[in-house]
């Protein structure tokens, strides 16, 4: 079963402007990532955080964790249309299990 | 170098068949994962191998789904008697040795399986 969810589940917006993505979850984790996905295929990895980490940076991209609200949020600063694909937060459990567990998604649509 | 590569990228099949799919994990990962995807929704986890080892195979949802990986690289995933319900996107995905970069995984391009 799916633990994570994802909020909104599609975002439409001009590109240059901020996309913000939302995650919750329900267990106890070791680390939370987000993945990009383009055309229903393979994942990209983009940004991993630390159960014990508040907020990261890599380029373009701002993720924050609250672990005590068992959430997450990804902002993508000065999007652009490269930018239009699905993102997934994912999420491994404290019990040292490896497996990811995937949310359902946000689709993610930049306009020129 | 290499990424993860998964083949056929497309395998049409009808109710009742067999199908091989097959992943080739980046050279060095020890660490290989199934995960099954249908549309609109987020990849479910299938089966971790460590090394030749299934790992963790609690996400195969019946007796039918099985995977091998018998010399630690390669590995394949086999359906028997295939229902239109296997339907979705086949993904592997390898990491390095456990306990290295928390558990990042690479994946491959999948595999889209369709049952008719």
């Known amino acids: 079963s799916q633990q994570g969810e994802e909020d909104p589940q599609a975002l439409s917006i001009q590109e240059g402007e901020n996309a913000t993505m939302n995650c919750s979850y329900k267990?106890?984790?070791?680390?939370l990532q987000w993945y990009r996905q383009n055309s229903g295929r393979g994942l990209v990895h983009l940004i991993l955080?630390?159960?014990?980490?508040r907020e990261k940076h890599s380029g373009r991209l701002r993720v924050t964790l609250d672990t005590s609200k068992k959430s997450s949020s990804l902002l993508i600063t000065a999007s652009r249309a490269a930018d239009t694909a699905s993102y997934f937060c994912?999420?491994?459990?404290?019990?040292?299990?490896?497996?990811?567990?995937f949310g359902s998604g946000t689709r993610l649509q930049v306009q020129p | 170098g290499a990424g993860v590569s998964q083949t056929p990228s497309n395998k049409v099949t009808e109710k009742g068949k067999y199908v091989e799919l097959r992943c080739d994990p980046i050279s060095g990962h020890t660490a290989l994962y199934w995960y099954r995807q249908s549309l609109g929704q987020g990849p479910e986890f299938l089966i971790y191998f460590q090394g030749t080892g299934a790992a963790d195979d609690s996400g195969l949802p019946n007796d039918r789904f099985f995977a091998v990986r018998p010399e630690g690289s390669v590995s394949t995933l086999k359906i028997q008697r295939t229902e239109r319900g296997d339907s979705a996107v086949y993904l592997c995905?390898?990491?390095?040795?456990?306990?290295?970069?928390?558990?990042?995984?690479?994946f491959g391009p999948g595999t889209r399986l369709t049952v008719l």
């Open positions: 955080i630390r159960s014990n980490e």
């Open positions: 995905a390898s990491s390095p040795s456990p306990g290295l970069h928390y558990n990042e995984q690479f």
């Open positions: 267990t106890s984790i070791n680390n």
């Open positions: 994912a999420t491994d459990r404290d019990t040292g299990r490896r497996a990811l567990t």
